[in-house]
């Protein structure tokens, strides 16, 4: 099985709502990603998670806050967000972090949009 | 810095005619390349990937792509495309100390009969 799951797959929030995007994976993988895509553009890294632990955060806005609840959750706190940050939002997985080989297997996304 | 181009924006074909998509890349040390298939409203699938050995690559759904490290390239090609090929494809690159995918900026295949 190489599904990454997500949750909600749309989601509709106002600049002053908080919010949560879920991403979990039973692949026994212990690397975690976040993709922000815009439309008709390729997927940008914001953060990396290894063995459970933040390493990777390519200066994203404090408003994404991600959290890393055990090997198999991933999540994305969402607060004060821009209607900018509309994008699809992608979660991946990988076995390690370490190689650079190791495939990335990619979630379905959320469609988020805020008002 | 690695960086990957894609040549063509949009690639629009007709049922059952060969396609190539182009990519190519650069970087100052060894590369692993990807392809990757996104269908609309979906996430990225893995459609092959080149880490060492044979040059020529075959993926799932037909698809095929050669690695050139004259030309630093690696395109994708698939001997005749369906209308299920629809789809924006990515390349994508990481280098042997890192663990980011570097992703080129896409190519739309638009098949039609």
């Known amino acids: 099985d190489t599904e990454v799951t997500q949750t909600p797959k749309h989601l509709v929030m106002g600049m002053t709502n908080k919010k949560s995007l879920k991403c979990e994976q039973h692949m026994g993988h212990r690397a975690m990603y976040w993709y922000k895509q815009k439309a008709k553009k390729p997927p940008e890294l914001m953060f990396v998670y290894s063995y459970e632990k933040l390493s990777i955060n390519e200066s994203v806005p404090s408003r994404f806050s991600p959290e890393c609840p055990n090997s198999s959750l991933l999540n994305l706190h969402l607060h004060a967000l821009q209607p900018e940050d509309s994008a699809l939002y992608l979660c991946?997985?990988?076995?390690?972090?370490?190689?650079?080989?190791?495939?990335?297997?990619f979630g379905p996304g959320t469609r988020l949009t805020v008002l | 810095a690695q960086s990957v181009t894609q040549l063509d924006s949009q690639v629009p074909v007709f049922e059952e005619a060969p396609v190539e998509l182009r990519c190519n890349y650069s970087?100052?040390?060894?590369?692993?390349l990807f392809w990757y298939v996104q269908y609309p409203n979906q996430g990225l699938q893995l459609l092959l990937k080149y880490l060492s050995g044979s040059t020529l690559v075959k993926g799932i759904n037909g698809f095929e792509a050669e690695f050139n490290k004259s030309q630093t390239s690696f395109h994708l090609r698939k001997p005749s495309v369906h209308i299920s090929d629809t789809a924006e494809y990515f390349c994508a690159v990481s280098e042997g100390t890192g663990t980011a995918l570097i992703f080129g900026k896409g190519t739309t295949l638009s098949v039609s009969s």
């Open positions: 970087s100052s040390v060894s590369v692993y």
């Open positions: 991946a997985s990988s076995r390690n972090r370490g190689p650079s080989t190791d495939t990335q297997y």
